[in-house]
């Protein structure tokens, strides 16, 4: 295990698949379990090399941002740099979500970054601002030494200032150095030259000190494509999933907190099916624990939540199911479900007549908790559509004890608020006729007869 931990610090390609294949195996095998409590870095470990993934991947590395709190920021920077690329470019391009157009904005700045175009431009100006102070300078000295022609000249000729200056205006600008090597002391060329290789040397200094940071840098961290990253994602959420069906690795997946930011945000942000569906499995094992209002975002957990339960993979929508069922047994959480809406009491009521006993099962718990909440809430079950009907049909059907004591226990719930007594008038004879054959439920019948 410590060679795995080590891997993924490493950062090393090989190293990193044969942790991966090497947890995949074990964590999939009945007869050998790993328990993240004896190995208490191993969780940290796998949680580190996930947020270096998930910072890597263009469309995900977003969730970084919201886990650091700059969430706001973040999407309205997207939002006008979407309005920009939608503007300035055509329909035909490759990049059609703002995250891809962010990463590749992104690129483009790390490659005009990198190229030498800017120190190439400082360097021109640099040079032309000492081409200006030079220009004034041949001046001065050329016109100290016309003054000095003139007043020294033996044969009698005199030389035109005038005329000086006017052949110096019209020299080109190329002539400049065959005439500045005529006029300038040999002091000040050689102290230029002593300037021109201290220059160069430092340059040659910061080549050589970029190029071994880089060397460092590919020694640290090996480069993979985005491909591969999420490969390495997908089959790490896999491994913690195959961790949470031990009883013993629940609690321990839930402390570590670090993990369950971003897999909270990597269920409802990700449009991936294995990602979304191998959360999901986590995050079922491990409900039992989870208080809705320590979320950070609960609101969308609950949203994510029944999508995944209205969604058209059978496996996803009856895990989602489990999931809300083991979300009703922590205190606190009933009042997330209230403020569920309207749909998805249509949804849980639909599941009544599932074929499958486990569903029916797992929805009847669902809406026992509701029963027992608000007069609202109460209200807007006993009115949703068919909801009485079925749960009188399920009481009279006996095909199940549980199932049968659960509807009866949500009816007479639901009977305490005399709108919904008046819609459970109509079906007073069946009632009475479940009474009178099955004992288990016999007093809560009566109750709702009496009433």
């Known amino acids: ?20 294949n090497t947890l995949l195996i074990f964590s999939s095998l009945m007869n050998v379990s790993i328990y993240i409590e004896n190995q208490p870095y191993l969780m940290e470990s796998i949680t580190n090399y996930i947020y270096y993934c998930v910072n890597n991947i263009s469309d995900l590395s977003f969730i970084i941002n919201i886990i650091e709190g700059h969430e706001v920021k973040e999407h309205e920077r997207l939002k006008e740099k979407w309005k920009f690329f939608v503007h300035h470019h055509n329909n035909n391009s490759n990049s059609n979500t703002v995250s891809s157009f962010n990463y590749k904005e992104k690129r483009s700045n790390k490659i005009n970054q990198s190229t030498p175009n800017n ?26 030494n016309i003054q000095n022609n003139n007043s020294l000249n033996n044969n009698g000729k005199e030389i035109s200032l005038h005329h000086h200056n006017n052949t110096l205006s019209n020299k080109g600008n190329f002539n400049f150095m065959d005439e500045t090597n005529h006029t300038v002391s040999l002091p000040s060329l050689s102290k230029r030259n002593k300037d021109l290789k201290e220059i160069d040397l430092a340059k040659e200094e910061i080549l050589i000190n970029e190029k071994t940071e880089n060397c460092n840098m590919g020694v640290k961290y090996e480069e993979m494509t985005e491909y591969e990253l999420y490969e390495n994602l ?23 907190t670090k993990f369950m930011k ?18 999901l499995d986590i995050l079922t094992n491990i409900s039992k624990h989870i208080s809705i209002k320590e979320c950070s975002y609960p609101s969308l957990l609950m949203y994510k939540l029944f999508k995944c339960l209205t969604s058209p993979f059978k496996d996803m929508s009856e895990q989602a199911l489990e999931c809300f069922r083991k979300l009703t047994l922590p205190s606190g959480n009933e009042e997330y479900f209230e403020k569920m809406p309207d749909e998805f009491l249509i949804e849980i009521v639909n599941l009544l007549i599932s074929p499958s006993n486990d569903i029916r099962d797992s929805a009847l718990e669902i809406l026992y908790c509701l029963s027992d909440q608000s007069i609202l809430t109460k209200t807007r079950l006993g009115k949703t559509d068919n909801c009485i009907e079925r749960l009188v049909a399920l009481i009279c059907s006996n095909s199940s004890e549980r199932i049968s004591k659960f509807a009866a226990c949500v009816l007479s719930k639901l009977a305490e608020i005399p709108t919904v007594l008046k819609m459970i008038m109509p079906y007073e004879q069946e009632l009475f006729v479940a009474a009178a054959t099955d004992e288990s439920i016999a007093k809560v019948l009566l109750g709702i007869i009496s009433n």
């Open 262 to 279: 971003i897999l909270y945000l990597l269920f409802i942000h990700s449009n991936l099916n294995d990602i979304v569906s191998n959360a």
């Open 1 to 20: 295990m410590k060679k795995i931990e080590l891997a993924f610090e490493s950062h090393i390609t090989t190293e990193i698949y044969w942790a991966i």
């Open 234 to 256: 997908i089959s790490l959420i896999q491994i913690i999933r195959n961790l949470s069906f031990t009883t013993a690795n629940e609690a321990s997946i839930f402390k570590s």
């Open 119 to 144: 120190s190439r431009l400082r360097n021109f100006s640099r040079s032309n601002s000492g081409c200006s102070s030079r220009v004034n300078s041949y001046h001065n000295l050329h016109s100290t």
